[in-house]
């Protein structure tokens, strides 16, 4: 059974820094999509940041774009979400995924849900200004 477990959530002020974590457990593929989504109040969710696990390629939404940042362990098996000069903007919860799309569309990053996407339970990131 594949489990998906986030951390590090909390408030912080605007302009500062909070690092988000993901352990997946029970995942056998290789290569696999991983990444952050985040729901901001009365809005959808929405793609934050992937990576592909075994080929390393990552992807942003122009709004994080140079803010924040997605790693890997070692193990592949946790995703990191960096996230610095943080903006009241980016209050919401943010869900970990595993086996998502992501790709460059017009030379933007797009992450996208799909189907068979897996998700945690969220953490919650408020930013106050």
């Known amino acids: 059974r594949v489990q998906l477990v986030e951390s590090g959530g909390g408030s912080v002020q605007a302009g500062g820094s909070m690092i988000l974590s993901c352990v997946v457990s029970?995942?056998?593929?290789?290569?696999?999509?991983m990444g952050w989504f985040r729901q901001g109040p009365g809005g959808g969710r929405e793609g934050v940041a992937a990576l592909y696990t075994a080929r390393g390629d990552t992807y942003y939404a122009d709004y994080v774009k140079g803010r924040f940042t997605i790693s890997q362990n070692d193990a592949k098996n946790t995703v990191y979400l960096r996230m610095s000069s943080l903006k009241p903007e980016d209050t919401g919860m943010y869900y970990c995924a595993v086996d998502c799309a992501a790709s460059y569309v017009g030379g933007r990053g797009d992450v996208e849900a799909a189907p068979h996407t897996l998700w945690g339970q969220g953490t919650q990131v408020t930013v106050s200004s």
């Open positions: 029970g995942w056998a593929d290789s290569d696999v999509c």
